[in-house]
């Protein structure tokens, strides 16, 4: 059996997941560029701090789903142990867990000593890579920084 030559390192995924994806990655953005900084407590990453900032996963943990419990855990472990936080999120199966578990690194994980202007940029590129390796939508530079000119 023959295969076609691959002519892309864009990720083939339906219609439904790219969207899926590109709105969880729009909404870490936007969460992330008004906080301006990144959730890390000087020890790890947290979904929630006590000043009320939220790492780039805890953007998508809506606050009356949120348990301070969830501190500490993988977030592959959230959806075993809540899985009212993968309903709210409409994932699906695996592959959409293995997107999000993606997602820390670049957009949080990573960021944890760059604050204000370079944190937002920081944010602002990791999320453009992503979704240009995963043929997303997420739209202009300007939905994200509109008061720049």
């Not at 969460?31 to 805890?58: E, F, M, P, V, W």
Request: aromatic share 10%; charged share 25%; glycine share 10%.
């Amino acid at each position: 059996m023959e295969t076609e030559p691959v002519e892309s390192l864009h990720v083939c995924l339906c219609l439904e997941r790219r969207e899926r994806w590109a709105g969880w990655v729009r909404q870490i953005i936007r969460g992330l560029i008004a906080q301006g900084r990144s959730a890390h407590d000087g020890i790890s990453c947290r979904y929630r701090t006590a000043d009320g900032r939220k790492c780039g996963i805890g953007q998508l943990i809506p606050d009356h789903l949120y348990r301070p419990e969830m501190e500490n855990e993988f977030f592959s472990g959230l959806f075993t142990r809540w899985p009212a936080v993968a309903t709210h999120l409409g994932a699906k199966d695996n592959l959409d867990l293995s997107f999000l578990i993606l997602l820390q690194n670049p957009l949080h994980d990573g960021l944890t000593r760059a604050e204000g202007v370079v944190f937002r940029e920081c944010v602002y590129a990791a999320g453009r890579m992503l979704a240009a390796v995963y043929d997303l939508e997420i739209g202009a530079r300007e939905e994200y920084f509109p008061n720049v000119g």
